[in-house]
């Protein structure tokens, strides 16, 4: 059994990667990152974050004991919370002196996390600050930090526009918007990261997903996923400034909640897969083996009966009036 002296990390470090998922020798694909991370931004992996990646990945860390310090300052190791922001990550490699690739983010997304082809991890945020020159060194240091009001801790720090919203400007819709589905929901999925004939490998999700919530996948989900996987609409002050309703389909948004994903497939009377969740967290979205899609979270019902009618429903206005 590994402990913080078979690793270069504490023994309280050690129980909080234990606590988020982590184990000795864990190891899932990174194609699915990698893939999505191409086609929003100049990113090109490099051996270290995928070796990174591989072992901690999709996991979150709340620290240890969690209280309300420990939440605010979450560190979330999913490199595509840094789509789009390209430019920002190539400023931050001249400044690290070292090409960096996003790995995660720190305090619920104040900062992003970059590590450098030799293993070192940097914090990014309106400075680049070097956390330690080793993986194991770094980690021990987040989770330091996330014990105590550190500077790592900044719950009142204006967030940054989502990138959704300055593309929804420019993004164009495509020539056959309005026969597959409405020109507003063609805009949208667009800003959101879709766009025709895209297809990207689904096997980091399934990995996770099958080690984690023993989810199997069917092929109407792997079908769905591979077009409009990590797609989605994020949630913006004020809230009724909100179009529609925030979505976001990332299937790992489920990977502790398979009794729950379970409990909702017994209510529907079908066997359900995980697509993403909507409404800021409050209702699930799960998807039939006949491609039909599901949404719920205490109780279920038929968002829609095919996969190009749900994209339209989560697209639909909850406030008409509402500007973009």
Do not use: C
């Not at 996390?113 to 680049?128: F, K, N, P, Q, Y």
């Not at 993986?135 to 105590?148: H, P, S």
């Not at 309005?178 to 063609?186: A, C, I, K, M, N």
């Not at 948004?253 to 409990?263: K, P, Q």
């Amino acid at each position: 059994m590994s402990d913080g002296h078979t690793r270069g990390w504490s023994p309280r470090t050690d129980e909080v990667l234990r606590r988020a998922g982590w184990r000795p020798g864990r190891l899932v694909p990174t194609d699915t990152w990698e893939s999505i991370l191409r086609e929003r931004g100049s990113f090109v992996a490099h051996d270290a974050a995928r070796r990174f990646l591989s072992e901690f990945g999709a996991l979150v860390t709340y620290g240890w004991p969690a209280d309300t310090i420990t939440t605010s300052s979450a560190i979330r190791f999913d490199p595509l919370k840094a789509g789009w922001e390209d430019e920002r990550f190539a400023w931050a490699s001249r400044e690290a002196g070292a090409s960096l690739y996003p790995v995660g983010t720190a305090d619920e997304g104040a900062g992003f996390l970059g590590i450098t082809e030799d293993g070192a991890l940097h914090l990014v945020r309106d400075r680049v600050e070097l956390l330690a020159e080793t993986t194991d060194r770094a980690l021990d240091r987040l989770v330091e930090a996330q014990a105590a009001r550190s500077a790592l801790w900044t719950p009142d720090a204006p967030a940054a526009e989502h990138a959704f919203w300055r593309r929804l400007h420019t993004v164009e819709t495509g020539r056959d918007a309005g026969l597959r589905w409405s020109e507003e929901t063609d805009r949208v999925l667009r800003a959101g990261g879709w766009f025709p004939g895209r297809s990207v490998p689904t096997e980091t999700w399934e990995r996770i997903l099958l080690e984690t919530g023993e989810f199997e996948i069917h092929d109407a989900a792997r079908r769905f996923l591979a077009e409009f996987g990590a797609v989605g609409a994020p949630y913006r002050e004020p809230w009724d400034s909100m179009p529609w309703m925030e979505f976001s389909l990332d299937p790992l948004l489920a990977i502790w909640d398979a009794e729950i994903i379970e409990d909702l497939a017994e209510r529907a009377g079908v066997d359900l897969y995980p697509i993403g969740m909507r409404d800021r967290g409050n209702q699930h979205l799960a998807m039939a083996e006949d491609g039909s899609v599901y949404a719920g979270m205490d109780d279920v019902w038929l968002l829609a009966p095919t996969a190009d009618e749900a994209v339209q429903k989560l697209t639909s206005r909850i406030r008409p009036t509402a500007s973009y």
